[in-house]
């Protein structure tokens, strides 16, 4: 069975500008979250979405958004991009609500915004 | 939700046990306490998970005392393929409150 997979897995993008990632779960899979990882916050949840409707959501601001697909692909989008956006973006995809014994992580993007 | 502290780095040897400890002083008594591992490029990748006591499985061992405040995630003889990043995370996931907050986790180094 494929992993989780992520498209695509580098971005760079200038400050202002929009970034839409996106996430592919495991077959079968109907939760999807993502997270925010830097070097100096470590991993942040920003949200999860389960059946096309988001669930939970950590402390973003509201640039950060997403959706999710009747196929369960999730898409996150973080509009006027700045400098502190620079991280890794995993998303994570569980067969139920997101539990951390049950989460199957991505490798990533790494977006870089300049 | 409970904020975690782990030690930012440890160093160790092939062979040798490796115990990091995590703490989580305002665990509440519906948080289970879940350890993560990750190397570079990669997701993090579910180790073991805890509620009290201690429980053990195939890769490692997790010691919870009776205050639940703190953690400790127990390596039996690291090998180099060890080397990784090592997250504590705090968390509920009984009830709605599934926000996922990692710590700043341990970079754990293992020598030949």
């Known amino acids: 069975k494929a992993g989780v997979t992520q498209t695509p897995r580098y971005l760079i993008k200038t400050r202002g500008q929009q970034v839409t990632l996106s996430c592919s779960p495991i077959?079968?899979?109907?939760?999807v979250s993502w997270y925010q990882q830097t070097p100096g916050q470590g991993l942040q949840f920003l949200f999860e979405?389960?059946?096309?409707?988001?669930?939970n959501k950590g402390n973003f601001p509201g640039r950060f958004s997403g959706r999710q697909f009747s196929n369960s692909r999730s898409e996150m989008n973080v509009s006027t991009l700045e400098l502190g956006d620079s991280a890794l973006y995993l998303c994570?995809?569980?067969?139920?609500?997101?539990?951390?014994?049950?989460?199957?992580f991505g490798p990533g993007t790494r977006l870089t915004v300049l | 939700l409970a904020k975690t502290t782990q030690p930012i780095s440890m160093d160790s040897y092939e062979g040798q046990e490796v115990n990091i400890t995590c703490s989580h002083n305002?665990?509440?008594?519906?948080?289970?306490i879940t350890w993560y591992q990750q190397f570079p490029s990669q997701g993090p990748r579910f180790i073991i998970q805890?509620?009290?006591t201690k429980v053990t499985n195939e890769v490692a061992s997790l010691f919870i005392p009776a205050d639940r405040k703190s953690s400790t995630l127990s390596l039996p003889r690291v090998s180099l393929s060890d080397t990784a990043v090592y997250y504590c995370l705090v968390g509920d996931i009984e009830t709605g409150r599934r926000a996922l907050t990692f710590g700043s986790g341990t970079r754990l180094q293992v020598q030949p």
């Open positions: 805890g509620y009290k």
């Open positions: 994570a995809s569980s067969l139920e609500l997101a539990r951390p014994d049950t989460q199957y």
């Open positions: 305002n665990i509440a008594t519906n948080d289970y």
């Open positions: 077959s079968g899979h109907r939760s």
């Open positions: 979405y389960f059946s096309e409707t988001q669930r």
